[in-house]
């Protein structure tokens, strides 16, 4: 089966700018998973979604970033007004529901803000 | 809160000699333990689930421990290759919550 996918891999960014993230999860997984992982750190869960519905987007910093997942399946990760201090990996990653089953990541998308 | 402290790295070896990296956690609820590993450019892997109490897991060469009176758990490998080389977290899943708490991540460094 094909894995998640994201795009874009790399970004470079002036401060101020906006991007956006773009992730196809694997075909069945209902929950979808953004992560940040800083350079050298763990990642850093921002927002999760079973089917279209937000279910924990606690530490998502809501004044500049943004998720959705209109239709259950693919999702988009935005962020308004870039600061350096967003720079890191951002991972997109899928699960089923149902017990703790094997959660698969994308191969991420690397942003750079200078 | 819930807490994952692990082994801190980066950590060196030769190939051929053994690997162990330590992982401790702390919850109120039923735990249940991952061992996750990143390659370079790539995204994190699920190496593998922990295993009950007092029981091995093993993959591609790495066994896993678990002892629930320390609430702590340990991934092993008897000889290691360069191709090991990568950054192994240990991550924790609290009770039905489907979030993950992550620890910081060690880096292996295996020298040919």
């Known amino acids: 089966e094909a894995g998640v996918t994201q795009s874009p891999r790399y970004a470079v960014l002036q401060e101020g700018q906006a991007v956006s993230f773009w992730c196809d999860p694997i075909s069945g997984h209902d929950t979808l998973y953004w992560y940040q992982q800083p350079r050298d750190q763990g990642p850093q869960l921002l927002v999760y979604f079973r089917d279209e519905a937000v279910i924990d987007n606690s530490q998502l910093p809501s004044d500049r970033f943004s998720a959705v997942r209109p239709k259950g399946t693919n999702s988009t990760l935005k962020i308004q007004s870039a600061k350096q201090g967003d720079t890191a990996t951002y991972l997109c990653?899928?699960?089923?529901?149902?017990?703790?089953?094997?959660?698969?990541f994308g191969k991420g998308t690397r942003l750079t803000v200078v | 809160g819930d807490s994952v402290t692990q082994t801190e790295g980066p950590v060196t070896l030769s190939e051929g000699t053994s690997l162990t990296v330590n992982c401790s956690y702390e919850t109120k609820q039923y735990p249940t333990l991952f061992w996750y590993v990143q390659y370079p450019g790539e995204g994190p892997q699920l190496l593998f689930k922990?295993?009950?109490a007092n029981e091995k897991g093993s993959n591609r060469g790495f066994e896993a421990t678990y002892n629930k009176e320390a609430t702590s758990f340990h991934l092993q490998k008897a000889s290691v290759q360069e191709s090991d080389s990568a950054v192994y977290y240990c991550?924790?899943?609290?009770?039905?919550?489907?979030?993950?708490?992550w620890g910081s991540g060690t880096k292996l460094i295996i020298k040919p």
């Open positions: 922990v295993p009950k």
């Open positions: 991550a924790l899943a609290p009770g039905s919550n489907y979030q993950l708490i």
């Open positions: 990653a899928s699960s089923r529901t149902g017990g703790h089953t094997e959660v698969f």
